[in-house]
């Protein structure tokens, strides 16, 4: 059992930038692979961004690549993602998730409760 807890969300200006974390419980946290997701009002989930057990892998969606970094610090028990050139369409509600099984085919079974964030013009 995996329980995470997101934090950092807040308001920015379009082209800010924010660092969302997700912590989280347990002892094997480097063998689970974690994502970001959002999801903004009157859509459904979209994938943000992944990262391996150990870090070495990372994917992104296209709609954030270079601009959102995901990374992870094992020994904190702590996934990041940080996000620059913030835009409005950035605006969601974030949520971190972690999959027991490989970053190539993900099951993300745990979710966190979700971090606002908002991104104004």
């Known amino acids: 059992q995996v329980q995470l807890v997101e934090s950092g969300g807040g308001w920015v200006q379009a082209g800010g930038s924010l660092r969302l974390s997700c912590a989280a419980s347990?002892?094997?946290?480097?063998?689970?692979?974690m994502g970001w997701f959002r999801q903004a009002p009157g859509k459904e989930r979209e994938f943000v961004a992944a990262?391996?057990?150990?870090?070495?892998?990372?994917y992104y969606a296209d709609s954030v690549k270079g601009r959102f970094t995901i990374s992870r610090d094992n020994a904190k028990n702590t996934v990041y993602l940080q996000m620059n050139s913030l835009k409005p369409e950035d605006t969601a509600v974030y949520y971190c998730?972690?999959?027991?099984?490989?970053?190539?085919?993900?099951?993300?079974?745990?979710w966190g409760q979700g971090t606002q964030v908002t991104v104004s013009s």
């Open positions: 998730a972690a999959s027991a099984l490989p970053l190539t085919t993900p099951a993300y079974d745990y």
């Open positions: 347990g002892r094997t946290f480097s063998s689970y692979a």
């Open positions: 990262i391996s057990g150990s870090g070495s892998a990372r």
